[in-house]
């Protein structure tokens, strides 16, 4: 499942799946976007501002912009839950990466340079925000490093403009 949200409602999709007894991304936040988490299979811990909500599978929760959120799955199989945003931010800093490293999947050291100058610069318009000190300390430090390797010569990655939700969808 693999929706862009340039297409007719406005919402990226995907498929997330959690590995049993792992965490997933640091607390974060996105300031633009709602983030929606429909469990489908497993157990997903996901805590919101500290607050943990314990999702089963047929459960959701909606994660309103601004809110910082970080996640575990506690069991024994893995969590897989669709994950719906409603703005392009994400997608806009997912897709461009995916389709990247699907064409490159071995990219040497100048390719995982264009991705931290891509990512760099996604983590600088706001996409994605730290929500307390050490993050807030290691993204300064990632976004200065980015713009370092930008100033010497290392361009983005391209954006994934009008990908093709039917033809890519089983291949990212």
């Known amino acids: ?4 949200s340039h297409g007719s ?3 990226y999709r995907f498929l ?10 640091e607390p974060h936040m996105h300031p633009h976007e709602h983030e929606t988490f429909e469990v489908q299979s497993g157990t997903l811990h ?3 501002d500290g607050t943990l909500n314990v999702l089963g599978a047929g459960e959701s929760l909606v994660v309103k912009p601004g809110v ?3 996640f575990f799955n506690p069991g024994p199989e893995p969590a897989v839950a669709r994950v719906s945003l409603d703005g392009p931010r994400l997608e806009d800093q997912m897709m461009p990466m995916a389709i990247f ?3 490159n999947p071995k990219p040497g050291l100048i390719g995982i340079l264009r991705i931290l100058v891509h990512v760099g610069r996604s983590m600088s318009d706001g996409t994605v925000a730290a929500v307390d000190v050490p993050g807030k300390v290691v993204y300064a430090i990632f976004i200065k490093f980015a713009r370092i390797i930008a100033f010497c010569g290392v361009q983005s990655l391209e954006p994934a403009e009008r990908w093709d939700v039917s033809s890519q969808a089983q291949t990212l």
């Open 68 to 70: 910082g959120h970080r």
């Open 1 to 4: 499942m693999l929706q862009s």
């Open 46 to 48: 996901i805590w919101l």
């Open 101 to 103: 490293l699907r064409d």
């Open 9 to 11: 409602d406005g919402h």
């Open 16 to 25: 997330w799946t959690l590995s049993a007894g792992k965490k997933g991304p």
